[in-house]
């Protein structure tokens, strides 16, 4: 897990070099479309070339994509809806082809145009694209791109008040607390825990443990996000600043911990049944569950992935 602590995220040396490669290779190819004889450049697969002029304007659009390449390569990071487009048409390109494929529409040969025009950018653009994302939620963050202040546990706990304006502190004063830490409000994972909250609220109270919510928004969207879980009694926390997270240890996620297949495969059921909202806060920011006490954590569940749900009750349950 990434320290919060790292600094704003830059593009790679590699970035624009392989945008400006992609503009080439997009500027040569669509050329050789529109002023070379098809037969020559598309025919040779086995596909039917039919009209001419389909491919002609197929190759200056393939071109247009290359001189946004180009303007994209001066700073991949700012015009990432550029490489978001382009990459875009590169996954899809490879999906049409094979539904022709599979249908006898489109001989198999044609597949090699995908190699050069498709196949070989998605990982560097995704790459390209994942590191966009991670500066944009890390200049959203409301500590600036400074490094934020630290503070200690028992210091975050008193600073951090809930809707009622009582303090962590003052409710831990109280008695057992089960702390939910949530992502952003568009995360379907997090959506799937405070219903998962929800269904299991009357047996953590049971235990004598009193569920809480910690969360990035702002007072007005973690209401909202509480209430259609029906859970707009709990405490709960906005921290958009990130102190309480940062001392309960809980860092920022990495690719894998956020984007890997295992990840992808386990929203899709908490996405049909939860649906997807706006990101708000820091979107890499990871989660957990804490049971606390005055005298600090008494078992905790931090996440290892986006998809990695606690056992609440089972925290709850522990000594």
């Known amino acids: 897990m990434r320290s919060p602590r790292a600094p704003r995220p830059t593009a790679a040396p590699w970035m624009g070099p392989v945008l400006v490669a992609a503009g080439v290779y997009n500027l040569l190819w669509g050329a050789a479309v529109v002023l070379l004889p098809v037969g020559w450049t598309v025919g040779w697969t086995g596909v039917e070339v039919g009209n ?3 491919w002609r304007c197929l190759g200056m659009v393939v071109g247009v994509y290359g001189v946004g390449y180009l303007c994209a ?10 490489v978001l487009v ?6 899809l390109g490879p999906i049409g082809f094979l539904w022709g494929a599979l249908r006898g529409e489109l001989p198999w040969a044609m597949g ?10 998605w990982v560097p653009f995704a790459v390209i694209l994942y590191r966009a994302a991670d500066r944009h939620a890390f200049g ?7 490094p934020p202040t630290e503070r200690s546990w028992p210091e975050a706990a008193a600073a951090v008040v809930d809707q009622r304006g009582e303090s962590l502190a003052s409710h831990l004063h109280r008695g057992p607390v089960l702390l939910l830490a949530v992502r952003h409000s568009g995360c379907v994972y997090c959506r799937a825990e405070l219903a998962d909250l929800a269904r299991n609220r009357r047996r953590i109270e049971s235990a004598g443990v009193r569920p809480a919510i910690l969360t990035m928004s702002d007072a007005e969207t973690a209401a909202k996000r509480a209430a259609r879980a029906g859970l707009d009694d709990l405490p709960r926390f906005s921290d958009p600043h990130r102190t309480v997270y940062r001392a309960l240890g809980l860092g920022r996620g990495t690719a894998r911990e956020l984007f890997s297949p295992t990840v992808w495969a386990k929203g899709l059921a908490p996405f049909l049944k939860h ?8 979107g890499f920011q990871m989660g957990g569950a804490f049971l606390l006490s005055e005298n600090g954590v008494l078992t905790s569940h931090v996440a ?3 998809a990695d749900a606690p056992d609440l009750p089972a925290l709850a349950q522990a000594p």
Do not use: C, E, Y
């Open 140 to 146: 959203s963050q409301t500590f600036g791109d400074g």
């Open 86 to 91: 382009g990459f875009l048409g590169k996954l």
């Open 73 to 82: 390569a001066r700073d991949p990071l700012r015009h990432w809806p550029i």
């Open 52 to 54: 001419p002029a389909f």
């Open 304 to 306: 290892r992935n986006a």
């Open 112 to 121: 090699v145009h995908n190699l050069g025009n498709d196949l070989i950018w």
């Open 275 to 282: 649906g997807l909202g706006r990101m708000d806060g820091d």
